[in-house]
């Protein structure tokens, strides 16, 4: 049988319509609830007293994300897109503060208080009141910061041997993944908006967030960063990749 989904016959911006549909359609059939949606009779299984701050202070900064995340697609809603941009935005910010609850019940489940890591704040609030220009925010948010929590999740799975928090991150990570296809997908179109100015205005704001965080997260610790220096640069080169790939890095007009 002949598929006629991406037939050259197809008119331009075709492809783009159906991705978005599917977007929207798997967001609506991937809702679930924080008390329902996690089998919370999972015993977990807490980390123990030597790894215990650190989880402690990436969880905190995971649930601090989620929360900072569903403020800007608050933001990016406000500036009155698309509907159906629209639409996949009310479900991200549904998404990312469920995230956010769940974190918060976790950690209330295996006793250690949600640790906001000093400066974290600091580093949300350079989203919150974002600098570059307003449609340069999506990048921020769905393209570096989504990719980075999804990967501090898969990296966290690995390090916390806790069978409720791989229960929690099974949910949460479809969830991100979606949101990461978003990126991917709204990316493209928006560089093509923007001038040359404001998408190094974009990509600098994206640094100064990305600095924000990375600080946020070692504490000024020097042996900390250290740890971590050569692995945020690697990231960050990967993340520069991307925003390349989607137009932001190199002018899309000679
Ligand atoms: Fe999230
Ligand atoms: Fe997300």
Redesign the pocket.
Known sequence: MHDTSSTARDRPGDHRENQITKLIDNAKAGQWQVESGIDWAIHPSPPNFLTQRFIGRALGALMAG?EA?AAACKMLLADSPKSELQTLLEY?AA??DR?AKVYRTYLERVGMPPIIPDGFTEATKQLINWKGPPSGLVFA??VV??SE??TLQHELSGDIRCPLFHEINRRVTQ??A???AFGQLVGNSSSTKLTEEERLETVAAIKDVWDACIKALVNDNAVLWRAVKGFSERRWALQVQSLAQLGLIEPVTA
């Open positions: 989620e995340t991200q998404d990312e995230h948010i769905h910061l989504e929590a999804l969830d991100e979606r949101h990461v």
